[in-house]
T-cell receptor, first 113, second 113 residues
Framework: DGGITQSPKYLFRKEGQNVTLSCEQN?????MYWYRQDPGQGLRLIYY???????QKGDIAEGYSVSREKKESFPLTVTSAQKNPTAFYLC????????????FGQGTRLTVV | AQSVTQPDIHITVSEGASLELRCNYS??????LFWYVQSPGQGLQLLLK??????LVQGIKGFEAEFKRSQSSFNLRKPSVHWSDAAEYFC???????????FGAGTRLTVKP
């Protein structure tokens, strides 16, 4: 079955450490997205990529980095520069151009300890 | 960039009552509009979408939404709410030539027995 896989589901990080969240899709979608979800703030766009080797910053890109070396993969690194990284992170993908729904992964809950 | 406002953070309705969740968007061109539902700790599932044509769109689980260009709104409705509808609901806006997809802050729905 086609879909998006995020791993791990739960992640704990010590302050000052970088951590990478995985997102893989087998839907053959061109565009991929990372959102951060905090209570009462909905989904805020961190980064998105419309094509391999290209990506754009969203509203809250500071303290995050991404790569898009393969169409299927869009990993997100939460760096030590991100001051408040504890949140629920969602990865999504869509066909390009945007013509149908976004498919979402099940999310990764990151906690800084 | 486009933006979405969901004015109601939390709504409580009795089971069997009707429901309307509000969504207002800001975008200069013709928007693509979506409603998604999220159960706790899960990803998002598409309820319905509007791209063009008939301004009243039907979705899954008995939901419908009406696009009103003059009011920049895309409100979600259901004539009779079931206890299983309790979840968080997100409105989203995108565009054909732009994969920058934005979400509202969400509306949490509680259903009273």
């Amino acid at each position: 079955d086609g879909g998006i896989t995020q791993s791990p589901k739960y992640l704990f990080r010590k302050e000052g450490q970088n951590v990478t969240l995985s997102c893989e899709q087998n839907l053959n979608h061109d565009a991929m997205y990372w959102y951060r979800q905090d209570p009462g703030q909905g989904l805020r766009l961190i980064y998105y990529s419309q094509i391999v080797n290209d990506f754009q910053k969203g509203d809250i890109a500071e303290g995050y980095s991404v790569s898009r070396e393969k169409k299927e993969s869009f990993p997100l690194t939460v760096t030590s520069a991100q001051k408040n990284p504890t949140a629920f992170y969602l990865c999504a993908s869509t066909i390009t151009p945007l013509g149908t729904e976004a498919f979402f992964g099940q999310g990764t809950r990151l906690t800084v300890v | 960039a486009q933006s979405v406002t969901q004015p109601d953070i939390h709504i409580t309705v009795s089971e069997g009552a009707s429901l309307e969740l509000r969504c207002n968007y800001s975008y200069g061109a013709t928007p693509y509009l979506f409603w998604y539902v999220q159960s706790p700790g899960q990803g998002l599932q598409l309820l319905l979408k509007y791209f063009s044509g008939d301004t009243l769109v039907q979705g899954i689980k008995g939901f419908e939404a009406e696009f009103k260009r003059s009011q920049s709104s895309f409100n979600l409705r259901k004539p009779s709410v079931h206890w299983s509808d309790a979840a968080e609901y997100f409105c989203a806006v995108g565009a054909f030539n732009n994969n920058d997809m934005r979400f509202g802050a969400g509306t949490r729905l509680t259903v009273k027995p």
